[in-house]
């Protein structure tokens, strides 16, 4: 009886998932441990460990799952070095739906793990602000002065902000050069097709997109309305839940993915157009984000349904004006894979496409073209010293294509490319694949 007792005892003290959506036992068992997985991993690449690849979670999964280890400190930190990348769902031969098993087990670890101080503090930070647009506007005006004044390179130089915090090092360092005439999202509410009007389109402007990323989002409106497309910008937009979504943050997620299916209800829209990467996964999601929400499961769906990526949609739609060169010569260009674009949504030949059909317009391959860059979402801000290398590699194929300009269609990569071209003393253009078709159309040289 002792022992039965000693035994109830520890199944008490035992830490595993708990019953909510943990990670599927069938999704988990269709992994068939090959190993094809491990090769694509950034992390494994970087770190070496088996627990740190799709394979060896997979492993930890199962085990939290059959009271055969626990979810603790240990075990969160292989969680927490996955990237989200899902390059392993697209190597794997046996459809292991590994994107479904991460994004089950994130919210379980925010839930039932209590972190360090320091990880609460950035999280707080990052999950209070970012999301937000109109808290973080407050912010910029400082930050411009902060660069102007000539302060961010003082701190740069004494490397002062990596001793006090390597994660705010990591924050600061990806900060975008501020423009104040670029953070007034002055896009109207309906912006009128030219010509013949063959779509209604609503427009997501994104959080950090629409303050450091506005002439991207003013490039996307131009080009849909000159292809036939009234376009539809509901106000005061936020945060799609991509952030909080990648991180595990169910709730905050959640919220946000219904105040903008509300944003949208009664546009009587034909799609709803995305310009991000990692946005346009998550909003593909949403009926699986909302799953257990009665009210909005089926709008999640719904919702879901009339998303499309940006370049996806053109390509769809075709292009009905003519594109002019941007540059007198022929211009080299390498197209940078946005992992949530690549492996999430399944898009790759659509930019390469497009980009095509500029003229003098060359564009060249990098090596690893699906490695991760590093940034994924907020992870660079998060695992910096993995991310650091990680880019650092990214740069260096893009670099050694020879190209003139790189082309790239998520903000987060733009931000992490630009950081690790600043350190290698390379100043070659980013610019998403729209801007570059936006000036083809408008006959601009860049």
Do not use: W
Not at 391 to 413: E, F, H, M, R
Request: charged letters at 20%.
């Amino acid at each position: 009886m002792e022992n039965l007792n000693n035994a109830n005892k520890n199944n008490q003290e035992f830490k595993g998932f708990d019953r909510k959506n943990p990670p599927a036992q069938n999704l988990i068992d269709a992994c068939v441990h090959c190993g094809f997985c491990l090769s694509t991993c950034p992390s494994y690449r970087i770190l070496g460990k088996e627990m740190d690849s799709p394979r060896g979670r997979i492993y930890l999964m199962d085990a939290i799952n059959n009271n055969n280890a626990e979810l603790n400190a240990t075990s969160i930190q292989h969680f927490d070095s996955c990237l989200g990348c899902l390059a392993c769902t697209t190597a794997c031969p046996s459809g292991v739906q590994y994107d479904k098993l991460i994004s089950a087990t994130r919210p379980q670890v925010e839930r039932n793990q209590t972190r360090s101080f320091s990880d609460i503090l950035i999280r707080q930070l990052i999950f209070n602000l970012f999301p937000y647009p109109n808290r973080l506007s407050l912010f910029l005006p400082g930050l411009f002065l902060y660069q102007k004044s000539g302060l961010q390179s003082l701190i740069r130089k004494t490397n002062l902000l990596t001793k006090i915090s390597p994660r705010l090092s990591a924050m600061e360092a990806v900060l975008p050069q501020i423009n104040l005439k670029n953070i007034k999202r002055n896009l109207p509410d309906l912006i009128p097709a030219q010509g013949n009007k063959r779509y209604r389109v609503g427009m997501i402007l994104g959080c950090v997109q629409q303050l450091f990323f506005n002439p991207v989002n003013e490039a996307t409106a131009r080009v849909l309305s000159a292809n036939g497309c009234e376009i539809v910008i509901p106000k005061n937009q936020g945060c799609c839940g991509a952030l909080p979504s990648h991180q595990g943050e169910e709730k905050q997620a959640q919220t946000l993915a219904k105040q903008m299916i509300d944003k949208f209800e009664n546009t009587e829209v034909d799609y709803i157009i995305i310009n991000a990467a990692g946005c346009g996964h998550t909003l593909k999601e949403y009926g699986h984000i909302l799953k257990d929400d009665h009210e909005y499961k089926e709008k999640g769906k719904q919702f879901s349904a009339k998303v499309k990526d940006i370049n996806e949609f053109l390509i769809e739609i075709g292009l009905t004006t003519e594109l002019l060169p941007i540059t007198e010569e022929k211009l080299t260009l390498v197209y940078q894979d946005a992992c949530h674009l690549l492996h999430g949504q399944k898009i790759s030949l659509q930019p390469r496409e497009l980009l095509r059909k500029i003229p003098n317009i060359q564009l060249k391959e990098p090596i690893d073209a699906s490695l991760c860059c590093g940034s994924a979402g907020v992870y660079n801000l998060l695992q910096p010293e993995i991310a650091d290398e990680l880019g650092q590699q990214k740069v260096d194929n893009l670099l050694n294509t020879g190209a003139s300009l790189i082309a790239s269609p998520n903000p987060g990569c733009a931000l992490q490319i630009q950081k690790h071209l600043a350190i290698k003393g390379k100043n070659i253009p980013v610019l998403h694949p729209i801007e570059l078709l936006d000036y083809s159309i408008r006959g601009i040289k860049v």
